[in-house]
T-cell receptor, first 111, second 113 residues
Framework: GEDVEQSLFLSVREGDSSVINCTYTDSSSTYLYWYKQEPGAGLQLLTYIFSNMDMKQDQRLTVLLNKKDKHLSLRIADTQTGDSAIYFCAAISGGYQKVTFGTGTKLQVIP | DSGVTQTPKHLITATGQRVTLRCSPRSGDLSVYWYQQSLDQGLQFLIQYYNGEERAKGNILERFSAQQFPDLHSELNLSSLELGDSALYFC????????????FGPGTRLTVT
């Protein structure tokens, strides 16, 4: 089945850009997602990209997809302390269209 | 606020017991998904219901079962509870029968003692 991998931790200074990376294994994945989870809360859908796209921009968020390398990244411009959270990458694949989540990357923003 | 509600927020119970978690999807959403989030297993998909019918099954144990009612709310039943079942259980909903755009509830934290 699908396997989605992320690094566990990222620390950046307020105002810098953050780049969170993710790799997946199933080349037939159709949609790839980024979710944000703040402490004690559920997952918030941030953005998603269809597999026939290379890039998607939404205000401070830029998603890049490299299908050849099965690599997805999320860039947050002008990172703020409110961006501190765990970010999950996820992929939909398979006949049943199941979602597989990565382990999550904890983003720490230093003031 | 995603519009998905889950009750209860917290649940503490003993090993061997049975509990029921409840989820109400966003208005207009026909699919409900259940996920388990634990420190060692991460976020795992359990099961999906679409308009009352089971649609997809993930890593759901035989001790666990779910259903979706005519009013589209869903319940996840966990029985013969073990210490390892302690986790956050999330419900999510989507309009259609694929998880293309899912919205998550705040979760139910289950502690088995």
């Amino acid at each position: 089945g699908e396997d989605v991998e992320q690094s566990l931790f990222l620390s950046v200074r307020e105002g810098d850009s953050s780049v969170i990376n993710c790799t997946y294994t199933d080349s037939s994945s159709t949609y790839l997602y980024w979710y944000k989870q703040e402490p004690g809360a559920g997952l918030q859908l941030l953005t998603y990209i269809f597999s026939n796209m290379d890039m998607k921009q939404d205000q401070r968020l830029t998603v890049l997809l490299n299908k050849k390398d099965k690599h997805l990244s999320l860039r947050i411009a002008d990172t703020q302390t409110g961006d501190s959270a765990i970010y999950f990458c996820a992929a939909i694949s398979g006949g049943y269209q199941k979602v597989t989540f990565g382990t999550g990357t904890k983003l720490q923003v230093i003031p | 606020d995603s519009g998905v509600t889950q009750t209860p927020k917290h649940l503490i119970t003993a090993t061997g017991q049975r509990v029921t978690l409840r989820c109400s999807p966003r208005s207009g959403d026909l699919s409900v998904y259940w996920y388990q989030q634990s420190l060692d297993q991460g976020l795992q998909f359990l099961i999906q219901y679409y308009n009352g019918e089971e649609r997809a099954k993930g890593n759901i144990l035989e001790r666990f079962s779910a259903q979706q009612f005519p009013d589209l709310h869903s319940e996840l039943n966990l029985s013969s509870l073990e210490l390892g079942d302690s986790a956050l259980y999330f419900c999510a909903s989507s309009v259609g029968d694929t998880p293309k755009e899912q919205y998550f509830g705040p979760g139910t934290r289950l502690t088995v003692t």
